[in-house]
């Protein structure tokens, strides 16, 4: 715990730009589930945003996140520092059962347990990625679902938020994430373009795009295509069990 505030005073700016990114991505799934709760004629039916139950699943199912993001893993074709993790399946769950804002906010707890027991060791940077990147996955799919609950919708959702996360994901990896790890660790970017050559022949040298495109794109795509078939096959037969008494 120590080494988190250690952390947080080193990186006090990065730190309160990713408070508040989390601040403003919640609000965008509160938004977007009361608009779909007043198309629905819902708003009355569902009451609290939180309830009992409500808080019960985010806390368990934000506990099974944390230990999936911290079985995380290296691939083949990209740097070491990124890792592939299915912490976005109980994310994904808990969204499809109780909307968007349950969704974001299992997202953000899971990477705020990760902080507290393992620190941070890429200032935040890759903390953030996971939390802006997970939610550009979560979003899309929970709203479509909560909007018309149907496993035509659930597939849509999936298709449509796996399609998010790898375009989104790869051009947020190249505008902002990159220049901010090169920056906070004071490593020059060709430094970091050269360790994608290093592990992956396709990569054009020197190029950021073909970087983001050769190794954060794929890992992008395999994360949701796995995470979205997972859910199919669990979500319906799980589904009764965690909305019991909701």
Same mark, same amino acid.
């Given at each position: 715990?120590?080494?988190?505030?250690?952390?947080?005073?080193e990186n006090?700016?990065?730190?309160?730009?990713?408070?508040?990114?989390?601040?403003?991505?919640?609000?965008?799934?509160?938004?977007?589930?009361?608009?779909?709760?007043?198309?629905?004629?819902?708003?009355?039916?569902?009451?609290?945003?939180?309830?009992?139950?409500?808080?019960?699943?985010?806390?368990?199912?934000?506990?099974?996140a944390m230990?999936?993001h911290l079985?995380?893993?290296?691939?083949?074709?990209?740097?070491?520092?990124?890792?592939?993790?299915?912490?976005?399946?109980?994310?994904?769950?808990?969204?499809?059962?109780?909307?968007?804002?349950?969704?974001?906010?299992?997202?953000?707890?899971?990477?705020?347990?990760?902080?507290?027991?393992?620190?941070?060791?890429? +200032?935040?940077?890759?903390?953030?990625? @996971?939390?802006?990147? %997970?939610? $550009?996955?979560? !979003?899309?799919?929970?709203? /479509? =679902?909560?909007?018309?609950?149907?496993?035509?919708?659930?597939?849509?959702?999936?298709?449509?938020?796996?399609?998010?996360?790898?375009?989104?994901?790869?051009?947020?990896?190249?505008?902002?994430?990159?220049?901010?790890?090169?920056?906070?660790?004071?490593?020059?970017?060709?430094?970091?373009?050269?360790?994608?050559?290093?592990?992956?022949?396709?990569?054009?040298?020197?190029?950021?795009?073909?970087?983001? +495109?050769?190794?954060?794109?794929?890992? @992008?795509?395999?994360? %949701?295509? $796995?995470?979205? !078939?997972?859910?199919?096959? /669990? =979500?319906?037969?799980?589904?009764?069990?965690?909305?019991?008494?909701?």
């Open positions: 715990m120590n080494g988190f505030f250690k952390s947080v005073a006090a700016l990065f730190a309160a730009e990713f408070l508040l990114i989390i601040v403003a991505i919640f609000l965008v799934a509160l938004a977007l589930e009361k608009l779909a709760d007043k198309k629905n004629h819902e708003g009355r039916m569902k009451g609290r945003t939180f309830s009992t139950r409500k808080m019960a699943v985010t806390g368990m199912f934000s506990a099974i230990i999936l079985l995380d893993f290296p691939l083949p074709f990209a740097p070491e520092f990124y890792k592939l993790d299915f912490s976005e399946l109980p994310v994904l769950v808990g969204a499809f059962a109780f909307g968007p804002v349950v969704g974001v906010t299992i997202e953000a707890v899971k990477i705020l347990l990760k902080l507290f027991i393992k620190g941070t060791s890429t +200032a935040f940077v890759g903390d953030l990625a @996971n939390f802006v990147i %997970g939610c $550009s996955f979560i !979003l899309p799919a929970s709203t /479509i =679902y909560y909007f018309k609950k149907s496993r035509k919708s659930a597939i849509a959702g999936c298709v449509i938020g796996t399609l998010i996360l790898t375009l989104f994901g790869t051009a947020f990896n190249a505008i902002y994430l990159l220049p901010a790890f090169s920056r906070l660790y004071k490593i020059s970017l060709d430094s970091i373009l050269a360790m994608g050559n290093a592990v992956n022949p396709l990569m054009a040298e020197g190029s950021i795009v073909s970087f983001v +495109a050769c190794c954060v794109a794929p890992m @992008n795509l395999i994360k %949701g295509g $796995s995470v979205s !078939l997972v859910t199919m096959l /669990i =979500y319906k037969p799980l589904s009764p069990i965690i909305k019991a008494g909701k």
